[in-house]
């Protein structure tokens, strides 16, 4: 596949999205943006739902690739999941196959595995065919997400990698968040790298930086050339003195999806 150019960036409006517009401009990209709400300083943005299947088939309209970050990026109630995430992204693939896409890159979630126990010191990192188990309808939805991606490659041959981010900040905000924070330098680099990597098929990964204290294994986003060069360590020692060490005994503590696992769900009122 020749290098994509011009890409569509869904969720341009979004904590990453305004991350990646700042970054990824400098790998060669045009950014076509997509968002639900406008894009503060872009007035050539498309402000459209994902169930505008109209918008969609329009904005994916001669694009060599879309990035795809737009949806609900936290627990919410079940419909409310069930139309930005699952049918959001369903209406995105079928614009993008009708209109001849051949690469997705997915914000998938650590969320789609939050329910696997977190590794301890000495215990090996969670390899990228972990069982998935959501911790929530969110989680669940990136499962979805997944799925239909591995859908549209059998069928259809689009590719897709899908990015399971940990935590992407400008800075890691908690103890958890050092084993499984990218840094927004790191997460242009992996999305460049899943953009251009030749055979991707429907190719998941792990997304963080190459943290000294990682829970995960970073051999497959290595594979499509991803090279991090971040490490959340500088910020171990205050964030430990403010919160400090995680607690294994602590059920928030307890898995890779942290707090996910033990939050309740927000159920419709
Ligand atoms: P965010 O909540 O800041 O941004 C999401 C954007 O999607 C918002 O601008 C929102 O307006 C837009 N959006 C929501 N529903 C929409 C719809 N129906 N139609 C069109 N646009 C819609 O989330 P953030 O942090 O920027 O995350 C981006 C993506 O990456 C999300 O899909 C999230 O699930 C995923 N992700 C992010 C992580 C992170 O650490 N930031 C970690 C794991 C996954
Ligand atoms: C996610 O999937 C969320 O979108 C993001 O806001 C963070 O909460 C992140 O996971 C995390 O696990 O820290």
């Not at 990646?20 to 007035?43: C, K, N, T």
């Not at 795809?68 to 959001?88: T, Y």
């Not at 977190?118 to 669940?140: E, H, N, S």
Request: glycine share 10%.
């Amino acid at each position: 596949m020749p290098a994509p150019r011009t890409v569509l960036l869904t969720g341009a409006a979004g904590g990453l999205g305004t991350l990646m517009r700042g970054l990824l401009p400098a790998y060669g990209y045009e950014l076509r943006l997509f968002d639900a709400v406008p894009v503060e300083g872009e007035p050539g943005a498309i402000t459209a739902d994902l169930g505008d299947r109209e918008a969609l088939r329009e904005a994916v309209r001669g694009v060599d690739a879309i990035i795809h970050l737009a949806g609900i990026s936290l627990e919410s109630s079940f419909d409310k999941i069930l139309r930005a995430n699952i049918e959001g992204t369903y209406n995105l693939y079928e614009a993008a196959r009708e209109e001849g896409v051949r690469r997705v890159v997915f914000a998938s979630s650590n969320h789609v595995v939050g329910h696997t126990p977190r590794p301890l010191p000495g215990d090996p990192l969670i390899p990228v065919d972990a069982p998935r188990r959501p911790d929530t309808f969110y989680g669940l939805s990136k499962s979805f997400g997944e799925d239909l991606a591995q859908l549209y490659w059998d069928r259809h041959g689009m590719e897709t990698v899908s990015v399971r981010i940990g935590s992407c900040f400008p800075e890691p905000t908690s103890v958890r968040m050092l084993s499984v924070w990218m840094s927004p330098r790191d997460g242009a680099r992996l999305f460049h790298a899943a953009l251009t990597a030749e055979g991707v098929r429907h190719t998941v990964v792990h997304g963080s930086s190459d943290n000294t204290r990682l829970w995960w294994d970073l051999t497959t986003a290595r594979s499509l050339g991803y090279e991090p060069k971040d490490d959340s360590e500088p910020y171990a020692a205050r964030l430990i003195a403010e919160q400090g060490e995680l607690d294994p005994d602590n059920p928030d503590h307890a898995h890779l999806g942290g707090h996910f696992c033990t939050d309740p769900p927000i159920w419709p009122r």
